[in-house]
């Protein structure tokens, strides 16, 4: 079975809830190595998507994207903000007019997100950033089509990937961002925006399970 709109609506409001849960681990992940505020930047603007989530649940899945990738532009703020709102905005160009998603339709759409994070940062694997947390993610389902994977399985590995790729951030010297500006001494602490990015890649396979 495919990703159905239902089920986008209720990994978005999964996802608020366990960006809220986790609201403080990313704002002290964030001031080891940043200003203290992922976690409370983060938590507003799910809160904001939340109250948007009304006026657009009835509606194809490009459009609740478009929705949530502008809520977040406007509300999140600091580095996440535009790279987050640039993550839905460009997986609202690629899912417009669907009302599901097949394992394909969510690769090409998460493929296009990293694509349009790494436009907007300019960061590259390795830099101590989303982006390594959400490239491996991206492999792991491309690989997962080749592979005849099914959905849940494709979508557990995906989150897994992320998961490992978030890991290694932690010995990285950061190159992109505020961390950066510590140089070496950002080395030996996980990065706050690639432990964002695997909460809602884990998310997503743990809604959409019940699908596959
Ligand atoms: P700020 O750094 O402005 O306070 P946040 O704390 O909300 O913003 O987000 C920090 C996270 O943003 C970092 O942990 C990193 O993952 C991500 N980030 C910062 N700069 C970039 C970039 N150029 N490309 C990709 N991700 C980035
Ligand atoms: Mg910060």
Redesign the pocket.
């Known amino acids: 079975m495919p990703i159905y709109r239902d089920d986008v609506v209720a990994w978005i409001k999964s996802v608020a809830e366990i960006i809220t849960q986790n609201s403080r681990y990313l704002t002290e992940l964030?001031s080891a190595i940043?200003?203290a505020?992922?976690g409370t930047?983060?938590e507003r603007g799910f809160k904001a998507v939340i109250n948007k989530l009304p006026e657009i649940s009835d509606k194809d899945i490009g459009t609740i994207f478009k929705t949530i990738g502008m809520t977040l532009l406007s509300t999140?703020g600091?580095?996440?903000g535009p790279?987050y709102g640039t993550w839905f905005l460009q997986a609202g160009v690629k899912t417009a007019g669907k009302m599901e998603l097949t394992l394909a339709d969510w690769t090409e759409s998460l493929e296009a997100s990293l694509s349009g994070?790494i436009m907007r940062?300019?960061?590259e694997l390795g830099d101590k950033?989303?982006?390594d947390a959400l490239t491996p993610a991206v492999d792991a389902l491309k690989q997962s089509i080749t592979e005849n994977r099914p959905l849940s399985a494709a979508l557990a590995l995906s989150a897994d990937s992320a998961q490992k790729g978030m890991e290694a951030t932690t010995p990285l010297v950061a190159r992109?961002?505020?961390?950066s500006y510590l140089g070496e001494r950002s080395a030996g602490h996980q990065?706050?925006?690639?432990t964002s990015t695997y909460l809602m890649l884990r998310a997503a396979a743990d809604v959409w399970k019940e699908s596959a």
């Open positions: 964030d940043g200003d505020d992922h930047n983060m999140v600091g580095a996440g790279l994070v940062g300019k960061a950033t989303m982006v992109k961002g505020r961390a990065d706050p925006g690639a």
